[in-house]
Nanobody, 123 residues
């Protein structure tokens, strides 16, 4: 499975931006939870939002009420709508997916990452 993010941009504080991440090449494997992480300059990577196949969601406290994660299972795509952006939201945003790899003998979960997309919020 490969993940490709899009939507990163330069945006003014208070503005909105939408990110998308599409998975390809899963064949007979299934995609379980999907998530967005981010790494700000000089900081560790952190979970931004996560969504299950049943669309249950979980958000970092810093983005609750401003960001919305959603997914289209038919398209193997996850979205992140970001509103009321702040300069501290500036980061490289990474898409993450847990893929259930199924073989004749067994099945196992594999974590897959996208290449990242840069979001820059200026005051």
């Amino acid at each position: 499975v490969q993940l490709v993010e899009s939507g990163g941009a330069l945006v003014q504080s208070g503005g909105s931006l939408g990110l998308s991440c599409s998975a390809s090449g899963r064949g007979s494997d299934s995609i379980n939870a999907m998530a967005w992480y981010r790494r700000a300059p000089g900081k560790q990577r952190e979970l931004v939002a996560q969504i299950t196949t049943g669309s249950s969601t979980n958000y970092a406290d810093s983005v609750k009420g401003r960001f919305t994660i959603s997914r289209d299972n038919a398209k193997d795509t996850v979205y992140l709508q970001m509103n009321s952006l702040k300069p501290e939201d500036t980061a490289v945003y990474y898409c993450n997916a847990v893929v259930r790899v199924i073989t004749i003998e067994t099945s196992r979960d594999v974590e897959v990452w996208g290449q990242g997309t840069l979001v820059t919020v200026f005051a």
